[in-house]
């Protein structure tokens, strides 16, 4: 698999609630933040090595293939969260991959950032 784009931004908390929303991001539902589109389906996880690391299947019913691995470290009382978007070639074509790199932005680095207040 082939390296499609990644980012990391901090999390207000801890690494092992970061890892518990990514692991279960249906778990409670008075904090939705996995909120597909029409063209996404729900991701489940593949790997994991609590609360450093997990895998997710792909979001996207186009890109099957794609996988999603979360990199997660302490920063002070928060954490370090690195989300990097992995395909099988051939690479998805310039909109596709914004499109793709974007959803993930807006999922982790906004939705699930505010419930955690922030």
């Given amino acids: 698999m082939r390296e499609a784009g ?13 890892f518990e929303a990514l692991a279960g ?3 409670d539902p008075a ?17 994991s090595a609590p609360p450093a690391r997990l895998v ?6 186009k890109r099957p293939d794609a ?6 470290a302490a920063d ?3 954490s370090r969260l690195r989300w990097t978007l992995l395909v ?7 909109a596709l991959l914004g499109h793709l790199r ?14 955690f207040g922030q």
Avoid: M
């Fill in 56 to 61: 997710w299947s792909s979001l996207w019913v």
């Fill in 102 to 115: 974007k959803r993930l932005n807006e999922l982790i680095n906004a939705n699930l950032r505010y419930t």
């Fill in 31 to 47: 904090r939705p933040w996995l909120v597909l589109l029409d063209d996404e389906q729900a991701p489940a996880v593949l790997d």
């Fill in 25 to 27: 991001p249906d778990r």
């Fill in 88 to 94: 099988d070639e051939p690479l998805p074509d310039a």
């Fill in 67 to 72: 996988r999603i691995r979360f990199d997660l």
């Fill in 6 to 18: 990644s980012r990391e931004r901090s999390q207000p908390a801890p690494p092992h609630v970061v």
């Fill in 76 to 78: 002070g009382a928060g």
